[in-house]
């Protein structure tokens, strides 16, 4: 009964202290996520009601109390926004930030002639975004996908089709190069980056919910940086572009692993916390016999 109904302002309130008392850092933009969620709607609808629906009450409680144990509100709601497209998301990938989309802005730095891209390669691709992204920015390119992860690929795939993709992209299962031939005229990628030594220092969202295969690099947290480096050059065209995600204070360690392979820094690019966050490389020029 109608009676029987929470005032919503209440709901929101009692939220968001919840996911306070948790240990959460925004809560009162999650708990108007968590409570649209719970309804079925977007933020705008909350303002036409002034209770919460009885049906979303259970729905509400048990998403809550999952995000109280730290669980990513994406993996919850089972979506994220990226760039300009809403993505599936699931405990197989990496969840979509903010701060990946400064390949795409570095990218289109360096390419803004949208006919000149053609090919495009996304290594450790995940739920897809990096690549999305890029093709529906380049519409005359075609997009190869891989990631070690059968479910993963799998996903990026559903995301193709859910944003209307799927004929420029196709998606596989395979250790970085390995299943792969031909060269592409962009490589682009957020590898594995952090140090084995800093798992358990991470947040609880990520350290415990996200894939630690797509996460952990080795000691230093620069093995997936030199396994594509060491690749890349067989499958990077002569005019192409390489596009790492990178850590923060990774800069010198990446560039200088690209530099003693033949690359060149062409552009580097911020995200909105002014971190380096994408390095663009181009090959460097080697004279052909005729040139000499």
């Not at 306070?20 to 036409?48: D, F, Q």
């Not at 923060?248 to 580097?268: K, M, N, P, R, Y």
């Amino acid at each position: 009964m109608s009676g029987n109904r929470r005032a919503l302002r209440d709901v929101l309130i009692e939220t968001a202290a919840s996911l306070e008392k948790a240990g959460i850092e925004a809560p009162r933009m999650e708990a108007r996520r968590l409570v649209c969620w719970a309804i079925g709607c977007e933020a705008s609808g909350l303002l036409s009601l002034d209770t919460l629906p009885g049906e979303a009450a259970p729905r509400l409680e048990a998403g809550l109390a999952q995000r109280c144990t730290r669980r990513p509100l994406a993996l919850i709601e089972g979506e994220t926004g990226f760039w300009t497209l809403t993505l599936s998301v699931s405990s197989d990938t990496l969840i979509p930030r903010g701060d990946s989309e400064a390949l795409i802005e570095a990218l289109l730095n360096l390419r803004p002639d949208k006919t000149r891209i053609r090919s495009i390669l996304d290594l450790g691709t995940g739920t897809g975004c990096l690549l999305l992204a890029a093709l529906s920015e380049y519409a005359q390119a075609y997009g190869v996908g891989v990631d070690l992860s059968p479910d993963a690929a799998a996903l990026a795939h559903a995301n193709a089709k859910r944003n209307a993709l799927a004929s420029r992209a196709g998606f596989l299962a395979g250790n970085w190069f390995s299943a792969l031939s031909g060269q592409y005229d962009v490589i682009i990628s957020n590898p594995p980056y952090i140090r084995s030594g800093d798992l358990a220092g991470l947040m609880p969202e990520v350290r415990d919910h996200e894939p630690a295969r797509a996460l952990i690099a080795g000691e230093d947290g620069l093995d997936a940086y030199r396994l594509i480096i060491a690749q890349a050059v067989a499958h990077l065209a002569p005019k192409g572009v390489l596009i790492f995600e990178i850590g923060q204070g990774q800069e010198a360690d990446v560039i200088a692993l690209a530099g003693s392979a033949g690359f060149v820094l062409v552009e580097a690019k911020a995200d909105l916390g002014g971190i380096i966050r994408a390095l663009c490389f181009e090959r460097s020029f080697v004279p052909s016999q005729s040139d000499a």
